[in-house]
Antibody
Framework: EVQLVESGGGLVQPGRSLRLSCAAS????????MHWVRQAPGRGLEWVSS????????VYADSVKGRFTISRDNAKNSLYLQMNSLRPEDTALYYC?????????????WGQGTLVTVSS | SYVLTQPPSVSVAPGQTARITCGGD??????VHWHQQKPGQAPVLVVH???DRPSGIPERFSGSNSGNTATLIISRVEAGDEADYYC???????????FGGGSKLTVL
């Protein structure tokens, strides 16, 4: 059974940094692309970033480009999101997600999310 | 950037068929996926590659995609199908994942 467990969320002041982690199990982690998706309170899903299985293709939403960095450690079956220069509008539940592995990005499995609150 | 447009809400009586649309420029040339999100829960993939179902998803869920509109079709709707539904594509020109704004399905 695929399991994705996010951690690292919390309350942080504007301008500060936070690092999210996602522990993956139940599948061969280094065979699949991975994603981060967020959901602000009462709002819809917003894609944040994606990373290919090998880590050689990385893409970001315009809203986080230059501030967030996605990475993975295949030896530890883990995905990360380094978030710098945080803004109040970054407040959201952040989901780690596994790709289907097909010819286009398709989110197949979702974690339960970790909440990030940016406020002074 | 590529935009997907969904109706904010769709209502249907139990036992009827619900159709939730997802509009986008030439979306028929893209592959569309659908995610279901019940209140307080993480999303779940219910349809991938326009019309295929992941294992464990009831046959009542299906989809179509042509022209400028993709559609999630839920047959014999049940109270337990009440949820927000999001369409999702991969925009090859930007290499970005794109979500629609979501549609809230209400079972009357």
């Amino acid at each position: 059974e695929v399991q994705l467990v996010e951690s690292g969320g919390g309350l942080v002041q504007p301008g500060r940094s936070l690092r999210l982690s996602c522990a993956a199990s139940g599948f061969t982690f280094d065979d699949y692309a991975m994603h981060w998706v967020r959901q602000a309170p009462g709002r819809g899903l917003e894609w944040v970033s994606s990373l290919s299985w090998k880590g050689d293709n990385i893409v970001y939403a315009d809203s986080v480009k230059g501030r967030f960095t996605i990475s993975r450690d295949n030896a530890k079956n883990s995905l990360y999101l380094q978030m710098n220069s945080l803004r109040p509008e970054d407040t959201a539940l952040y989901y780690c997600a596994k790709d289907w592995g097909g010819s286009s990005w398709c989110i197949q499995h979702w974690g339960q999310g970790t909440l990030v609150t940016v406020s002074s | 950037s590529y935009v997907l447009t969904q109706p904010p809400s769709v209502s249907v009586a139990p036992g009827q068929t619900a159709r939730i649309t997802c509009g986008g420029d030439k979306i028929g040339g893209k592959t569309v996926h659908w995610h279901q999100q019940k209140p307080g829960q993480a999303p779940v993939l219910v349809v991938h590659d326009d019309s295929d179902r992941p294992s464990g998803i009831p046959e009542r869920f299906s989809g179509s995609n042509s022209g400028n509109t993709a559609t999630l079709i839920i047959s014999r709707v049940e109270a337990g199908d009440e949820a927000d539904y999001y369409c999702q594509v991969w925009d090859i020109s930007s290499d970005h994942v794109v979500f629609g704004g979501g549609s809230k399905l209400t079972v009357l």
